[in-house]
C-alpha cells in the first residue's frame, strides 16, 4: 500500500475497525474511504455495488460484523449467520468484481472446535465440532475464509484472512447482553464501584481460560499483513498468553478500583473451556504485540470513563 492509495475500512466506527483506522492515519495514510451503516447497510448488495463501483477502492480491511458474546449468539442464531454471511459475500465478492488489490478478512477464533488442542494451530480448522453456543456466528466466519480461498484458486486475487483472538479496547460494546466478556465484566465492575455493591456476580465457574488482546495491536499486526502476507492459508493474531476469568475479573477490579467480592453462577454457561491460539507462525513473520494486559484495561478503562461522561453530557442536553 502507497500513502495515497484508496483505503476501504468496513466496519470503521466498531472495535476492530476504529483501531485499523488509528493505526492507518498515525501511519501516514491519507486517502481512506468509510461509511457508517446508516449511510451503507452493507446486508444490501445493489448499495454496496454501487459503493464500490463509484469509489475506486484499491485495499479493503473487512472489520464489518454482527458480533455479540454467548447471550446474544444464544437468543440471535438466525441474525448472526445471515447478516455476517450477507455482509461477508459482497464485499468479498465485490471486491474481485472492481478490481480491488488487496483484501484482508477477519475471522475469529470461534472458527476452531470448541476441544481443539490447546494452543490452537491454523491447521485445527474444520477437525472438530464447534462450540455450540456461537456456531451460526463460527459457520459464517469458516464461509468468508473458504470463499476468499476460493477465489483466490479461481480469479488469481489476493484475498488473506487473518484470526484475531478475543479482542477488547475502545469503542468496545458494553452492552449486558450483547457484550462480550471483557467489556460486561468491565461494565458491571464499574457500576459495583459506582454504587456501592459489595458483590458482583459472574456467570460461569470463573475457570475458563481466554487470551486478550488489545485492539491497536490487532490493527498493527492487520497492518503488517496487509504489506507482507500473501498466502492462502489463515494466520493468528493474539498475545499467546491467556488469564482464567477469576484471573480475569481480579485485573479488571484492580484497574477500576473496586474492592469488593466476585460470586461465581455455575448455573450459567461457561463456554469454551479454553481458547489459546498459537502465534508462531505470526512471530516468525516478524510481528509481536506490544501492550500487555494491565496496560490495555487501564487504556480500556480510561476510555470507556469517557464515553460515560459524553454520554451523560448528551442525554442531559437533550432534556
Not at 75 to 86: G, H, K, M, T, V
Request: hydrophobic share 35%.
Amino acid at each position: 500500500m502507497n500513502l495515497d492509495s484508496r483505503i476501504y475500512v468496513a466496519g470503521h466506527r466498531g472495535l476492530v475497525g476504529s483501531a485499523i483506522v488509528r493505526a492507518l492515519e498515525l501511519q501516514g495514510y491519507r486517502n481512506l474511504v468509510t461509511r457508517t451503516s446508516q449511510e451503507l447497510d452493507l446486508r444490501e448488495r445493489d448499495r454496496v455495488e454501487r459503493f464500490f463501483s463509484s469509489e475506486g477502492i484499491e485495499y479493503v480491511f473487512l472489520a464489518a460484523a454482527k458480533v455479540g458474546g454467548i447471550i446474544a449468539n444464544r437468543d440471535y442464531p438466525a441474525d448472526f449467520i445471515r447478516d455476517n454471511l450477507l455482509i461477508q459475500n459482497n464485499i468479498i465478492d465485490l471486491s474481485y468484481r472492481y478490481g480491488v488489490k488487496k483484501l484482508l478478512f477477519l475471522g475469529s477464533t470461534c472458527i476452531y472446535p470448541k476441544l481443539a488442542p490447546q494452543p490452537m494451530k491454523e491447521e485445527y480448522l474444520m477437525t472438530g465440532a464447534l462450540e455450540p453456543t456461537n456456531e451460526p456466528y463460527a459457520v459464517a466466519k469458516i464461509a468468508g475464509i473458504t470463499m476468499c480461498q476460493s477465489y483466490n484458486r479461481q480469479y488469481g486475487t489476493r484475498f488473506i484472512s487473518a484470526m484475531p483472538t478475543n479482542l477488547y479496547g475502545p469503542n468496545d460494546n458494553y452492552d449486558l447482553e450483547t457484550s462480550h466478556v471483557l467489556p460486561a465484566l468491565l461494565r458491571k465492575i464499574h457500576e459495583a464501584k459506582e454504587t456501592g455493591q459489595r458483590e458482583v456476580e459472574i456467570w460461569g465457574t470463573g475457570q475458563p481460560k481466554r487470551e486478550f488482546l488489545y485492539a491497536d495491536d490487532l490493527a498493527d499486526a492487520c497492518l503488517f499483513l496487509m504489506k507482507h502476507y500473501e498466502e492462502n492459508s489463515i494466520v493468528n493474531i493474539g498475545c499467546g498468553e491467556d488469564v482464567s476469568i477469576r484471573e480475569l475479573a481480579e485485573s479488571i477490579a484492580s484497574a477500576v478500583g473496586y474492592d469488593g467480592s466476585f460470586v461465581y453462577n455455575a448455573s450459567k454457561p461457561d463456554g469454551t473451556p479454553r481458547k489459546l491460539v498459537d502465534v508462531s507462525k505470526l512471530t516468525a513473520l516478524g510481528w509481536k504485540p506490544s501492550i500487555s494486559l494491565e496496560q490495555g484495561l487501564a487504556r480500556t478503562y480510561e476510555h470507556y470513563l469517557e464515553s460515560q461522561q459524553i454520554y451523560s453530557k448528551s442525554v442531559g442536553g437533550s432534556i
